[in-house]
């Protein structure tokens, strides 16, 4: 700033005053501190105190059910991980406790002070100060060297320099993209720019180097919530993942509504394709041959979205896709045999069992759409857990063509079942013979 302000003096023709600024400029070119950029090995002694191995260990057996890392915030006794790092502990917590294990060996008991379920976020507690927080920074450019710190396979401290790529932009989770080789147990460590500042927490991998990181500024708006609260601890953690996955689903599927959507030919009708850019649509056609007895187009789309809950349990994704059938060799009841018993149906897209979800209970009914008679099928499972979500598959056909068929699935797991029904009423609005 001081430099910023002496180029801002005027010019003059008075040598003396030259040689003054001149000299006065150099002195504070000579005496301002130069930040040099960090390497791996500053980046170890910087942060060896601050990362920690968070472990989630049976109560009866003391041994570890699962690890992962996690680092100090804010004050030296608040820690910060990935949600699915303690989602053992949070989904039995009669059966599970947390610890953190430090690099010198020293362990410790900590508490669930709140959650992000959405960004896969959760802020624990230690009895007492146990590592110099980190500090935050943007996002750097594209191209820039990160350094990835955590306990990978549960061999200890550890770095894994890198190259930040970019947001991902076409995907829900905003992702940070990073070309480094995370691996298991390195989830909820953080990711360090080259001045050492944490841009990002470790999330997930996908092998040879295609690795992703939830960008900080949401730890940092969970950290604001937990200051408010003077560090107090959620009072039931159970119930605060409730609310915020149908909040969650709320909200998506309100913007998913507000989007200028995009159209694609199927058969002889125009449907929605992307809703979003964040929507990938595959073709799903079968090749035609000659002895085929029916002809059948399709596509598929899906958000590739998934919030993890547990081990065997995730929700967030939606799918839809499309058949048109039509043939000339095949009476109508052995047509409607041989396509629509066999395409008007969907399956889950999770793991959920009896434990986790009621029954299905289903509805059909007849509607028109785009002045065409259509059967739609609608069927809902609820969460036992999660209050206000539930699982709901959509099936609609098209009657009265004795040889045209169009079928429309929507399946939405883990959502809140009126935000489901509005993107639903939206599609078939949408639905359209070709002109």
């Known amino acids: 700033m001081i430099i910023y302000t002496y180029f801002l003096l005027p010019i003059t023709t008075n040598h003396v005053t030259q040689r003054v600024l001149i000299t006065l400029l150099g002195f504070i070119l000579l005496t301002t ?15 060896e105190n601050s990362v920690f191995q968070i472990r989630v260990v049976h109560d009866q057996t003391e041994k570890k059910s699962s690890i992962g890392s996690g680092f100090t915030v804010v004050q030296g ?12 502990y949070i989904d039995a917590p009669d059966q599970y406790k947390l610890e953190y294990l430090s690099r010198s060996g020293k362990k410790g008991h900590l508490k669930v002070i709140d959650i992000d379920i959405t960004h896969d976020l959760a802020v624990l507690k230690a009895e007492e100060d146990i590592g110099e927080p980190l500090e935050f920074a943007e996002i750097p450019e594209e191209g820039a060297r990160i350094f990835s710190l955590g306990n990978p396979l549960n061999l200890g401290f550890s770095i894994i320099e890198g190259v930040n790529n970019g947001i991902r932009t076409n995907s829900e989770e905003k992702y940070i993209h990073v070309s480094a080789s995370l691996n298991p147990g390195m989830s909820g460590g953080p990711t360090l720019n ?10 997930a991998t996908q092998g040879n180097e295609l690795s992703f990181l939830v960008a900080a500024n949401h730890l940092k708006s969970l950290l604001d919530r937990v200051k408010e609260r003077e560090f107090k601890a959620i009072i039931d953690v159970q ?24 159209t694609s030919k199927i058969g002889e009708l125009i449907v929605p394709s992307l809703l979003s850019t964040s929507y990938h649509c595959w073709d799903a056609s079968q090749p035609q041959k000659a002895e085929d007895l029916f002809k059948l187009t399709s596509s598929h789309c899906t958000n590739n979205y998934n919030i ?33 018993v066999t395409m008007n149906s969907s399956v889950p897209a999770n793991n959920a069992g009896a434990d986790d979800v009621t029954n299905f209970s289903c509805i059909t009914r007849f509607v028109k759409i785009a002045g065409t008679d259509f059967k739609a099928s609608i069927c809902r499972r609820d969460y036992h857990k999660y209050v206000g979500l539930s699982d709901i598959l959509i099936t609609m056909a098209m009657v009265g063509k004795d040889r045209k068929g169009f079928i429309f699935n929507l399946d939405l797991v883990g ?18 013979w070709q002109k």
């Open 33 to 47: 501190p130069v930040f040099a950029k960090m390497n791996s090995e500053d980046i170890y002694v910087e942060t």
């Open 415 to 432: 959502s809140d079942f009126d935000s489901a029904m509005g993107l639903f009423e939206k599609m078939t609005q949408k639905i359209q």
């Open 77 to 88: 006794n608040i820690i910060a991980t990935n949600y699915h790092v303690i989602s053992g």
């Open 239 to 262: 119930d605060t993942v409730s609310d915020q996955l149908v909040i969650n689903s709320q909200n998506r599927l309100h913007r998913i509504m507000q989007n200028e959507w995009g």
């Open 194 to 203: 080259e001045d050492g500042k944490v841009i990002g927490i470790n999330v």
């Open 308 to 340: 993890f809950l547990n081990s065997n349990l995730d929700v967030g994704g939606i799918s839809y896709e499309y058949h048109w059938v039509e043939s000339d060799g095949l009476i109508p009841a052995r047509f409607y045999r041989a396509t629509y």
